[in-house]
Every structure is written in structure tokens, then in C-alpha cells.
Nanobody
Framework: QVQLVESGGGLVQAGGSLRLSCAAS????????MGWFRQAPGKERDFVAGISRSGGSTYYAASVRGRFTISRDNAKNSVDLQMNSLKPEDTAVYYC?????????????????WGQGTQVTVSS
């Protein structure tokens, strides 16, 4: 089992940057595939980015590719999401998630563990 805690959210102007972090506690963090999702008010929770167990493979939603970068540090049990060139439509609660099967997937059904979320608001 793993517990996830996100941090780093906040208010930023369009064009700005934020870095989200997810701290994991529990055993065998390096065995989990990790992902970031986001949920805007009244909308479903959507996939943003995923990273493999080793960090060697990453996958992004088309809407964020080229602007966001996911990374992980297995020694520190953490996964980050660097967000650049932010747009008002990036406004959402961002969630960190862990997949015990270790894969990279955009399906939220594959993820077993979730953090509580962190709010990101991008003003125009």
C-alpha cells in the first residue's frame, strides 16, 4: 500500500509556471507506475501525464504535451509535474495516482491509490 500527498498548487497568471510534487510513503514506491490527473469543476477526472517505474518512459495527454514534464525520484519516493506556459484551461484540482501493476496508462481505473489533490488556478 502507498499513501500519496500532493503539494505545490496555487494561483498563477497565464504563461507562468508551477511545479507540483507528490510524496509517497509506504513500501516499494519504485514498483508503481505513477500518474497525474486533473479535475475541473463539473468535469470528469482526466489523465495528464504518466511515468514508468524506472522513470524511463513517460506519456502525456495531447493538451499538455510540450508544456508539462513528469519526473520521479525513486530514492526520495516522489514524483513531480513541472507545468510551464500555463493556460486558464489548466485550472483544476490535480491528483497524483499510483498503479500497482507498474504500467503507464491514461485510464484512471488502473490506478489503485490517489492523493487528496492540490488546486491549480491560472488567471487570464
Amino acid at each position: 500500500q502507498v499513501q500519496l500527498v500532493e503539494s505545490g498548487g496555487g494561483l498563477v497568471q497565464a504563461g507562468g509556471s508551477l511545479r507540483l510534487s507528490c510524496a509517497a510513503s509506504g513500501r516499494s514506491f519504485s514498483s508503481y507506475g505513477m500518474g497525474w490527473f486533473r479535475q475541473a469543476p463539473g468535469k470528469e477526472r482526466d489523465f495528464v501525464a504518466g511515468i514508468s517505474r524506472s522513470g524511463g518512459s513517460t506519456y502525456y495527454a495531447a493538451s499538455v504535451r510540450g508544456r508539462f514534464t513528469i519526473s520521479r525520484d525513486n530514492a526520495k519516493n516522489s514524483v513531480d509535474l513541472q507545468m510551464n506556459s500555463l493556460k486558464p484551461e489548466d485550472t483544476a484540482v490535480y491528483y497524483c495516482a499510483a498503479d500497482s501493476e507498474g504500467g503507464i496508462t491514461a485510464s484512471r481505473l488502473a490506478y489503485d491509490y490517489w492523493g487528496q489533490g492540490t488546486q491549480v488556478t491560472v488567471s487570464s
